[in-house]
T-cell receptor, first 115, second 113 residues
Framework: SQTIHQWPATLVQPVGSPLSLECTVE??????LYWYRQAAGRGLQLLFY??????ISSEVPQNLSASRPQDRQFILSSKKLLLSDSGFYLC??????????????FGSGTRLTVV | AQTVTQSQPEMSVQEAETVTLSCTYD???????LFWYKQPPSRQMILVIR??????QNATENRFSVNFQKAAKSFSLKISDSQLGDAAMYFC??????????FGGGTRLMVKP
């Protein structure tokens, strides 16, 4: 069965420090991978998505970047965090089963607080 | 651009009663999928139910069912026999090109014992 791992679960970082959040998927190959951010009490905002190794599309211009060094690994990074980067970050993957989109499977999320 | 709208920021239901959460969306596609996700206080996103637009029959998963009105672009979620564990944020979602899910703003469901 497919599983998705996301870490760390919680992170407190000072303004101006770097960031690296990692997400890995098991039990599937060539998944579509996504990074979302969720502000408190709000909906989900798509940040990046990837359809393959080295292929990254950005939905929102910002202080963040993403990379996909391996088929089932997706990394969210920043060189210098801003206060506005605080939020809840979710990684997700999607794939097709029998040609049907089965929806996303989400990681457990990372709560990032920039202080 | 596709949009997904949930017009009810908060809803409340008595335990064992039925509640319906509303969702409307905008698309020019004819074949697509629609999803409802639940986000409990743990913030884990859990898929509740999926609807395929080409199917006339409304999807059902145990106590959860949808009322899908394709012409009206409406996709509401009905929760029957509400339980305390149903208390959560509920998000409606529609996938655009590249299977990117666009989410509504969410509805917070409170269940009263």
């Amino acid at each position: 069965s497919q599983t998705i791992h996301q870490w760390p679960a919680t992170l407190v970082q000072p303004v101006g420090s770097p960031l690296s959040l990692e997400c890995t998927v098991e039990g599937t190959s060539n998944p579509n991978l996504y990074w979302y951010r969720q502000a408190a009490g709000r909906g989900l905002q798509l940040l990046f998505y990837s359809v393959g190794i080295g292929q990254i599309s950005s939905e929102v211009p910002q202080n963040l970047s993403a990379s996909r060094p391996q088929d089932r690994q997706f990394i969210l990074s920043s060189k210098k965090l801003l206060l506005s980067d605080s939020g809840f970050y979710l990684c997700a993957w999607s794939g097709l089963a029998g040609g049907d989109l089965r929806g996303y499977t989400f990681g457990s999320g990372t709560r990032l607080t920039v202080v | 651009a596709q949009t997904v709208t949930q017009s009810q920021p908060e809803m409340s239901v008595q335990e064992a009663e039925t509640v319906t959460l509303s969702c409307t969306y905008d698309t020019s596609e004819s074949d697509y999928y629609l999803f409802w996700y639940k986000q409990p206080p743990s913030r884990q996103m859990i898929l509740v139910i999926r609807q395929e637009a080409y199917k006339q029959q409304n999807a059902t998963e145990n106590r959860f069912s949808v009322n899908f009105q394709k012409a009206a672009k409406s996709f509401s979620l009905k929760i029957s026999d509400s339980q305390l564990g149903d208390a959560a944020m509920y998000f409606c979602a529609y996938p655009s090109a590249g299977n990117m899910l666009t989410f509504g703003g969410g509805t917070r469901l409170m269940v009263k014992p």
